[in-house]
Every structure is written in C-alpha cells, then in structure tokens.
C-alpha cells in the first residue's frame, strides 16, 4: 500500500515562510514525479510545483515562481515544499502527489495522492 503523508501546513501571516513535507512509503519512487497541488475554497485545485527524483529537475505554476522551492530527499522519501513571501492568496489546502511523468501530473492525472494539509494566510 502507497501512502503519501503531507506534513507542516499551519497559520502564517502575510510575509511569511511555511516547509510543507510529503513522507512517502510503501515503495521506491526513483521513477517517479512528485507534485505539490492546492485547492483553495469554492475553486479548482491547482499544480503548484513538482520535482522528477531521479532527475532532480524541478517545475512550478507561475504564481509561486521566485517563493516556493521543491525539494527532495531520495534517500528519506521525502519532497518539501519551501514557501517563502506567502500571500492571502496562497490559502489553500495543500496535496501531495505523484505520477509516472511530468506531463500527467501536470494535469492531475496522479497515480497517489495524499490527504492534504491546511495552508493559511492572514492579511
């Protein structure tokens, strides 16, 4: 059984930084792409950012570019995702998921996904 746990979400004023993390188990995730999505209240749930394990090579919506940083730990099974400026709008809840391929997460097309941790932003 895959799990995907997300981690570190909480309340942040506006300015501030939040490390969300996403412990994977259950198998190896070397072939994999792991994302971070978020939906925020009565809207569609949006890609945010995402990072190819084996490769390193990382990708992000335009609205976080320059704030948020993904990581990961190949050795723990683990992807952060660093929040940094955070904004009122940045309120969501916050999953973590991952696909066989960039092209698919991108899309949401997700093989596992994870339960999801509040993010919120005061003004």
């Known amino acids: 059984q895959v799990q995907l746990v997300e981690s570190g979400g909480g309340l942040v004023q506006a300015g501030g930084s939040l490390r969300l993390s996403c412990a994977a188990s259950?198998?190896?995730?070397?072939?994999?792409?792991m994302g971070w999505f978020r939906q925020a209240p009565g809207k569609e749930r949006e890609f945010v950012a995402a990072?190819?394990?084996?490769?390193?090579?990382?990708y992000y919506a335009d609205s976080v570019k320059g704030r948020f940083t993904i990581s990961r730990d190949n050795a723990k099974n683990m992807v952060d995702l660093q929040m940094n400026s955070l904004k009122p709008e940045d309120t969501a809840v916050y999953f973590c998921?991952?696909?066989?391929?960039?092209?698919?997460?991108?899309?949401?097309?997700?093989?596992?996904w994870g339960q999801g941790t509040q993010v919120t932003v005061s003004s």
């Open positions: 998921a991952s696909a066989s391929a960039f092209p698919r997460l991108r899309v949401g097309v997700c093989d596992y």
């Open positions: 259950g198998r190896t995730f070397s072939y994999y792409v």
């Open positions: 990072i190819s394990y084996s490769t390193g090579i990382t």
